[in-house]
């Protein structure tokens, strides 16, 4: 008899009731499409910040390699040392190569040749535009990139054979893309590792790693942090422009979205209890009746309790699912992705809305002064 | 023969009106009683102390062994569920609710519902085909019948009738009046407040109240047993 009574209660007020629900719903639906969004933003955002490439570098101590001399008398690090290291914490997460560098000459120019694992080079510098193909083998001996500066300097093009030599020692590879990065990389020629170690007579020497962490800076800095205990005798440094700006940007959209949600709440919660209010105040005759008829305040206000629990529920579950359409809209709108809708979200909006509508119920309170024998005269 | 209404003394102040005053007489199992007086001379007030929704200022009002003046809140509930059928002037019945639905109510709140029981009450006041209807698809004195069903389903010790033929038209004043007299011949105890003479006759005792008291031609009556 309860839910059956429950039941019709809810078709009995079916009008009114529309309101509370059209506003639950709506409730839900932004909070939802917020709360996707709050799971969805730290992936997002790793995934953009990741596109700004390595966030990690270990190099030589500064004590041993001075800046201004660096490409000319560079400290170097120990090859197989860093990458035991760094094949210890791999994962798909975490993009590394080693980098080597020299100043080569090649038709009577310097230029920088940089040696490193030519397959990699793709995944930490997502943002580097080339004409041509990238190298998928990692110790490609006969291709290389070069950047366009280097390119237009040395009249290179796609295909075009180029002869590096460094003091006695001759390389050559053919270009088979050419680079444009906006930055350094453009005056630069990247060929296998092997192969830069061989033309400068460097075996097992590298002059950087790079990695790129995806992850949340906390994560990064964790990463960092455990490559650093691991390798006292090097450095290990994230680079704190991409890091920090990613946290504080995340902070700054939890904070909005947290503020957006707790206000959407208040909201939800006043219309509701508007409603209610209205609701009750017409239940007054049915109230009275049910004490006459014997019915404790405790199972009269059960009944109300159970319609607003139901009108929650409903108008979560309803606007959860909206909001999983909304969040993917607005991955697709703000970050060129959609966010997919995470299944605690439904759970989590159900659980809220309840909450909201059994707050917005309050005014239900006041059925537990109705007086039957007044209310049964008409006043 | 056993006393199921003893009323001793009985006061009601509204402020500084005086509903009831100093009202005594007592009624056994399986009278028929008519109230009957103007308006605001205490009938109603009597009714809702009986019926357990209002609480004496003093004396006693004692129905089938519970004195209804010492119950609290969550006793005086308990009463009206177990020992008390109402059947109100204007029916209130609650809207949304089918008959058979609406004489479930009052099962759900005595104890547990029994909907084969509920429809059989239906059926005895003659609304076999009714029970799904909702109360505005019944007339007055259909919805008046569903009242009398709910009033009866939980079998209880007194029936309070206020007025319960005051907005029917004739015909359905017959079926009220007649169903009454079949309870009574059931031998249930019914106080039952009416206007009109020609069924205050019916009852076994008359009990004429003015100003709050019984009337004084009537006040040796209301002491008299049938």
Known sequence: ?379 | MSTVVQIENLRKDFGRVCALDGVSFEIEEGEWIAIMGPSGSGKTTLINILGGLDTPTSGRAIVDGVDVGRLDESGLTRFRAEKIGFVFQQFHLVSYLTAVENVMLAQYFHSTTDEKEARQALERVGLGDRLEHVPSQLSGGEQQRVAVARALINHPKLILADEPTGNLDEANEKIVIDLLRELHAERRTILMVTHAPSIGSLADRRIDFSHGRLAPSMASLASERP
């Open chain 1, 1 to 379: 008899m309860f839910w059956r009574l429950v039941f019709q209660l809810l078709r009995g007020s079916r009008a009114r009731l529309t309101v509370a629900i059209l506003a639950l719903v709506s409730g839900a639906a932004v909070i939802s499409g917020l709360l996707n969004l709050d799971f969805g933003v730290e992936y997002q955002l790793t995934q953009q910040f990741r596109a700004l490439g390595a966030n990690i570098v270990v190099t030589p101590q500064p004590a041993e390699s001075a800046p201004e001399s660096a490409l000319t008398n560079p400290a170097l690090m120990h090859e197989g040392v860093v990458l035991s290291h760094l094949q210890q914490i791999a994962s798909p997460n975490i993009s590394y190569a080693p980098f080597a560098y020299v100043v080569a000459r090649s038709q009577g120019t310097a230029v920088v040749a940089v040696g490193t694992w030519l397959d990699e080079l793709r995944i930490l510098n997502p943002t580097w535009k080339l004409q041509g193909n990238w190298i998928s083998a990692r110790n490609d001996q006969t291709r290389c990139l070069v950047g366009r500066n280097a390119a237009t300097q040395l009249h290179l093009t796609m295909g075009s054979p180029l002869q590096l030599q460094y003091l006695t020692r001759h390389s050559e590879c053919t270009v088979a893309g050419i680079v444009n990065s906006g930055a350094a990389d453009d005056d630069q020629i990247f060929m296998s590792l092997q192969a830069l170690q061989t033309l400068a007579d460097l075996p097992g020497k590298i002059s950087v790693a790079q990695l790129s962490v995806s992850g949340n800076p906390k994560l990064i800095a964790g990463v960092a942090s455990q490559l650093s205990a691991a390798l006292p005798q090097l450095q290990v440094r994230p680079i704190r422009e991409v890091t920090d700006a990613e946290g504080a940007l995340l902070g700054r959209i939890r904070l909005l979205i947290v503020s957006m949600i707790i206000l959407i709440l208040v909201l939800t919660a006043l219309c509701v209890l508007a409603t209610m209010a209205a609701l009750a105040m017409e239940r007054r005759a049915d109230i009275g009746l049910m004490k006459a008829l014997g019915g404790s305040i405790s199972r009269i206000v059960g009944f109300f309790v159970a319609e607003v629990g139901v009108l929650g529920a409903a108008g979560g579950l309803i606007g959860a699912l909206l909001g999983a359409a909304l969040s993917y809209w607005m991955g697709l709108r703000v970050f060129g992705a959609a966010i997919p809708p995470r299944w605690e979200v439904f759970p989590l909006t159900i659980v809220l809305m309840t909450i909201v509508a059994m707050a917005g119920a309050l005014p239900l309170r006041m059925l537990g002064e109705v007086k039957p024998a007044i209310i049964l005269r008409g006043e």
